[in-house]
C-alpha cells in the first residue's frame, strides 16, 4: 500500500516504475535539445505538478536501449494522491513511455540508484529468418547459426564475483586526457585498480521463448551492479563463442586480462532490457 | 510453385508481398523528399536490380497505417530468382518495411491494384487502461466504455452492397475548385454520382482478440474496394455507437444521406492494418 501524501508542506520522495520504448530517444540521461527518457519525465512532472524535481533512475540507459520496469525517484512538496499522478503523468507523457506504478515511499533516503540492491537485464535475440517489422525494434536479428549449448555454458561462468573490467567501455576522451576511463552505467569513474570493477553476478542464463515474433533465444542476468556497456559486452562475447568464432576457454581469460580488448564486440543497444530493480523491504 | 525466372530479355510481372510498420513513413505513395514505403521500395530495387520501375501497390495506405500482407507489382528484364530478390530487398530495406514472399508471375497483365478481387483490413483497438509502449504504436487505446454489441450490430448494417459516399474522404482542394472531391482509396476520382461509391462489403464483425498487449478489440472488413479513409470513418462512426453518442438506427440513416457530415469522424491511423489481398487463381 502507498503512504498517503503528506499535506504538511514538506517534500514526499516518490518512486516510479517505468516502462519505455527507448529506440526514438537518447538514452536515460537529461540532455539539451534530444529527447531523453529523463528529460520527458521532467517536462511531464512540471507540467503536471508545477514542480521541476530531476527524476533519478536506478541506471542510465544508453540510446536505443528499453526497459520494462525502470525505477525513479524524486521529491514533490504537493501531495497528489498516487494513482492521480500515474495517470496524469501517463495523459502527458509520449505514448513510449509509460508510468506502471507511482507510489509514495516512507523513507526520505529512498533513491533509486543508491538504494538498488539487484538489477535484472534481458537481451532478445530473434531466431527466425526474417523478423516482422512489428517486433523488429526489439531484438537482435541472428545472422548466424548459434551453438545454444555454448552459449549457456558461457553464461555459467560469469556467475559469481568476478573483474568484469574486460566487458567496461572505455571512455576515449577521458582516457586522452589521462583521467579514469571506466565508468559504470551510471557514468560514475571507477578507477582501474582492483576492486573498483568487481560486480557480483546472481544468475546469468539463456533461455528459449516463444513469443508473437517467433521464437527468441534471451539472455537474462541478474547481478548487483553493471559496469557502462557491460551486458551487451557479455552478449557480443557469448555470441562470439556460439557462433564458433571463440573457444569457450578463452572466457576465463578475457575476464583476467582485465582489458576491453580482450573480449568480443558490443552488441545493439535494440535488444537489450532494463527488467527489473530491487529493492530492500520489497 | 514460381515460375522460373526467364533470361530471354523479355521483363517478368512480379509480385511482392510486404508487411510495415506504417508509423514513420507518409504512406504508400512516392513523395520527394519524404520516407514513403513505395519510395523505400523503389529505392531498394534500384539498388539491388540496377532496374528502377515504379511499384505498383493494391492500394495508397495512408500516413501511420500499418501492412500486414500488402502486394506490390512490377516488371524486371534481369531474370533474377525470387527467393534471392527476397533476401537482397530484405537485406537493403529499412527493418520496418519486409518482403514476405517476392514471386514471378506468368501473367504480363497482373497488377497488384487492378487484378485484385477483395481486401480486407483490420482496426485494433487496445481494451486496458495503460498500454505497453511496445504496442502503442499498433492500436487505439480505448479511452471510453464501449458496449460490444452495438458495435457487432453496427458492423452487420455495412453488410453487401451500400453506397458509402457518407464514409468517403472529401479533397477539400478539389471541392474549392469545384473537381470531383471523391477519392477512392487511391486517390482515383469517383465523381458523386450513383454507383461510383458503391462497394460490396462480404464481411464485416468485431472480435475480443487476446495479444502480448492484453485485451485488443478487433474490427475485420473485407470487401470488393474502400473510398479513400473509408475504413477509418465506419470505425469512428461505430465508435460513437458503441460509446452511446449515437443511435444503432443512425447509421441506416447515414448511409442514405450520402453526405460525410452525416457520419461520425476519422478513427486514428495508428490503429488500421491492410490485413491481405486477393486475386485469381490463388
Avoid at 26 to 40: L, N, V
Avoid at 189 to 209: D, V
Wanted: aromatic share 8%; proline share 7%; with cysteine.
Amino acid at each position: 500500500m502507498s503512504t498517503p501524501p503528506q499535506s504538511d508542506g514538506h517534500p514526499q520522495t516518490w518512486k516510479l516504475t517505468l516502462a519505455y520504448d527507448g529506440t526514438d530517444f537518447h538514452g536515460w540521461q537529461i540532455q539539451p535539445d534530444r529527447p531523453t527518457i529523463q528529460g520527458e519525465l521532467q517536462s511531464a512532472l512540471e507540467r503536471v505538478t508545477g514542480e521541476s524535481p530531476l527524476p533519478q533512475g536506478s541506471g542510465r540507459t544508453d540510446a536505443g536501449v528499453h526497459a520494462l520496469a525502470q525505477v525513479a525517484s524524486f521529491a514533490l512538496s504537493a501531495p497528489i494522491p498516487p494513482e492521480n499522478l500515474r495517470r496524469a503523468l501517463n495523459r502527458t507523457l509520449p505514448l513510449a513511455i509509460r508510468v506502471s506504478e507511482a507510489k509514495t515511499v516512507p523513507s526520505t533516503t529512498f533513491h533509486a540508484r543508491h538504494s538498488a540492491l539487484a538489477k535484472t537485464y534481458e537481451y532478445r535475440i530473434f531466431l527466425g529468418e526474417t523478423c516482422s517489422p512489428f517486433h523488429a525494434r526489439y531484438v537482435l536479428p541472428c545472422l548466424w547459426k548459434i551453438d545454444p549449448v555454448l552459449l549457456q555454458e558461457s553464461a555459467r561462468i560469469f556467475l559469481g564475483e568476478h573483474d568484469f573490467l574486460s566487458f567496461a567501455a572505455t571512455d576515449p576522451e577521458r582516457s586522452a586526457r589521462g583521467a579514469p576511463a571506466i565508468l559504470d552505467e551510471d557514468g560514475d569513474e571507477q578507477g582501474s585498480g582492483p576492486g573498483s570493477t568487481l560486480r557480483t553476478i546472481f544468475s546469468s542464463a539463456w533461455q528459449e521463448r516463444g513469443s508473437e515474433a517467433g521464437a527468441l533465444l534471451v539472455y537474462r542476468v541478474r547481478g548487483n551492479g553493471f559496469l557502462h556497456h557491460m551486458v551487451r559486452n557479455l552478449v557480443g562475447t557469448m555470441l562470439e563463442i556460439g557462433r564458433g568464432q571463440l573457444a569457450l576457454d578463452e572466457l576465463v581469460k578475457i575476464l583476467a586480462a582485465r582489458s576491453r580488448s580482450a573480449a568480443g564486440p558490443t552488441a545493439p543497444a535494440c535488444g537489450l532490457f532494463l527488467h527489473s530493480v530491487e529493492y530492500p523491504q520489497e
